[in-house]
């Protein structure tokens, strides 16, 4: 696979690229997943838009192992995710009305474009903050121990006026 692409050549040219990548390929998304072997398919397609504008579409589709950080077991995680990129070169970039190009997000035209990074990039974007198995399929246990809610301050207002 192309590691770097000049991306305005590759969109005027409506090129695309199909791979396969596991997921120890990423560096960022290593301390994210439990299982390196998994792995995602992606496209990354190059085309002009109506406009005449150089346009990228990325499409990622996998599953990844992630933490359940209610019960630090494995949760499976899928994936479907479309990008669209709109790439302008730097002198354009002050110029750009974001409310135009509402699906798009804007990405500079580089001749070393760094497609590994775009897709860790989006992958990462999309993970959420704290994952969680649902309620009835986790693994956390409540125990007879645990107290159901603690209250520190339950009893601070017959404290504070015992007298």
Do not use: W
């Not at 199909?18 to 398919?41: G, M």
């Not at 019960?71 to 110029?95: A, V």
């Not at 750009?96 to 474009?113: H, N």
């Amino acid at each position: 696979m192309e590691q770097h692409i000049d991306n305005i050549d590759f969109s005027k040219k409506s090129r695309e690229i199909r791979d396969i990548i596991r997921l120890s390929d990423f560096k960022r998304l290593q301390d994210l997943c439990l299982n390196l072997e998994d792995s995602i398919v992606f496209v990354l397609r190059g085309f002009e838009n109506k406009y005449k504008e150089l346009c990228l579409e990325l499409s990622i589709e996998g599953k990844l192992s992630l933490i359940c950080q209610r019960c630090s077991e494995k949760l499976e995680h899928t994936i479907f995710l479309k990008s669209g990129f709109l790439i302008k070169e730097e002198t354009q970039l002050t110029d750009f009305e974001v409310d135009d190009y509402a699906d798009y997000d804007l990405i500079e035209g580089s001749a070393k474009m760094d497609v590994l990074s775009l897709i860790e990039d989006e992958i990462i974007l999309s993970l959420p903050v704290a994952p969680k198995h649902e309620s009835d399929k986790c693994h956390y246990k409540k125990t007879d121990e645990m107290p159901d809610r603690i209250h520190p301050f339950a009893d601070l207002k017959q404290k504070l006026y015992k007298n």
